[in-house]
């Protein structure tokens, strides 16, 4: 069943196109060319995919290109509504949801039944997710005709394969997880330590409009903050690893201090 709240699309650049998700506050992309049309991440679960691929075809009748930005399932599970098509994303995306899928299958199933939502439990314990097949090392050019797509790994941050998808001539960027509107960002598949050089790399770029992975489009100057965040938590984790602080004193220290401290590399 499609519920009519499922989502709703802005236009955050000339063609290039938001939509805001209420599960999760996703946020997924959609930039239109001439000839092909690109999607930025695919929902969390073969239903949850289906819906996307539905609305994405009321707004265009194009080829598709799906890109991927990291391998957490509310991106990606959704991903074989679309197919057949090229399915971009880093490698150690492929190998991580390869990995991985099965156990955030099960833990988040558990989280939507634990939380009274049987049919999105079901659903995702349904859904098993396609790999991505175009690799994107470190980065790809996608041409959809009357405008080329930068797809581009800036560095690790949120994950240690996180993709970027650069509209240059709209001066848009997708960036997944990198950033997040509207909650802290998550650290627990996160390289920390070098998160801030990849948001460096990410303004270096000078995004008008940067779409997060979840919640509203936002501007570089929301990018800088988060950056300066995610640099206190470095260092942080930093001092932690030297035997100079505790986890819990650096846990209230944090400029996220609800976010659960991140393991060890
Ligand atoms: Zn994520």
Known sequence: MTRAADGRWSEVGDGVLARRHPELDLTTGLVLGDRRALVVDTRGDARQGAELAGAVRMVTALPLIVVVTHAHFDHCFGTAAFLPCPVFAHPRCRTTLARTARAQRAEWATYYRDRGDPVTADALAATDPPLPDHPVDPEASVDLGV????????????????????VPDAEVVFVGD?????????????????????????????????????????????????????????????????????????TRRSPYPSVPWPSPP
């Not at 080329?148 to 650069?166: E, F, I, K």
């Not at 100057?221 to 030297?242: D, I, M, T, Y």
């Open 147 to 166: 405008r080329a797509v930068r797809l581009r790994h800036l560095g690790r941050g949120h994950t240690d394969h996180d993709v970027v998808v650069h």
């Open 178 to 250: 990198l950033v997040e509107q509207g909650a802290p960002p998550d650290l627990g598949d996160a390289v920390v330590a070098e998160w801030p050089a990849t948001l460096d790399a990410l303004l270096a770029l000078r995004p008008a409009v940067v779409v997060p992975g979840h919640g509203e489009p936002v501007d570089a100057r929301f990018v800088g903050s988060q950056r300066a965040g995610l640099a206190e938590v470095a260092a942080l984790h930093a001092a932690v690893a030297a035997g100079e602080l505790d986890a819990a004193a650096a």
